[in-house]
């Protein structure tokens, strides 16, 4: 079946741009997280979404970041006034439920570069 | 912040060998997993092992878990060049009955022909 998906694959904006990147999570997946990497970094926790609702925002770095998922199903992270230190590499990832052994699977992520 | 450390951070060997990896964690968890990334994109999911469990096997895997010293150890046996990636360690040290994953900074495995 498919797996996570997520779009676009590669974004290039300018500084000060605002910048939207989409998941789409295996179908019937109730829980939904969205990672951040930076080169030769592993991933760090942004958001995570149970349902419709962010039930833990914690890891967004300020209020330019924002994440929504309005009928619990795709996912779309939004970045306003992107800044150069925004440039990694984001991944979603879904898993079935929201339970601690429950595995996650991560999509191919979005390159963003801020030039 | 990141949780772990794993060790080392590059490791370069002849497919046959056996690699081993180690990750060192910070805090009390609910368990541990080993993830597996290609080219820097998406990660692939390896083996999970509970913070009750002690060692654990699939396929060519093996994690141990030590909760007494908070390190876990991923070895690969019998190595191909195919296994050549980027590993990282993820725990869940999270008591909200989610699965928040904090990532290590990962091993750099390459396998040689």
């Known amino acids: 079946g498919a797996g996570v998906s997520q779009t676009p694959s590669n974004k290039v904006t300018e500084k000060g741009k605002y910048v939207e990147l989409r998941c789409d999570p295996i179908?019937?997946?109730?829980?939904l997280y969205w990672y951040r990497q930076s080169l030769g970094q592993g991933p760090e926790f942004l958001i995570y979404f149970q349902g419709t609702g962010a039930a833990d925002d914690s890891g967004l770095p300020n209020d330019r970041f924002f994440a929504v998922r309005p009928e619990g199903s795709v996912s779309t992270l939004k970045i306003q006034r992107t800044e150069r230190g925004d440039s990694a590499v984001y991944l979603c990832?879904?898993?079935?439920?929201?339970?601690?052994?429950?595995?996650?699977?991560f999509g191919p992520g979005t390159r963003l570069t801020v030039l | 912040s990141q949780q772990g450390e794993e060790d080392p951070q590059a490791l370069s060997i002849q497919e046959g060998e056996n690699a081993t990896m180690n990750c060192s964690y910070k805090t009390s968890i609910n368990n541990l997993q080993w993830y597996r990334q290609n080219s820097g994109r998406g990660l692939v999911h390896l083996i999970l092992?509970?913070?009750?469990?002690r060692e654990k096997h699939s396929g060519r895997l093996r994690v141990t878990l030590d909760t007494s010293k908070k390190s876990s150890s991923l070895l690969i046996t019998a190595s191909r060049a195919a296994d050549t990636a980027s590993y990282f360690c993820a725990t869940d040290p999270n008591s909200g009955g989610y699965n928040k994953l904090i990532f290590g900074a990962g091993t750099r495995l390459a396998v040689h022909p």
């Open positions: 990832a879904s898993s079935l439920t929201s339970g601690n052994t429950d595995t996650q699977y």
């Open positions: 092992i509970r913070s009750n469990e």
């Open positions: 179908s019937g997946h109730t829980a």
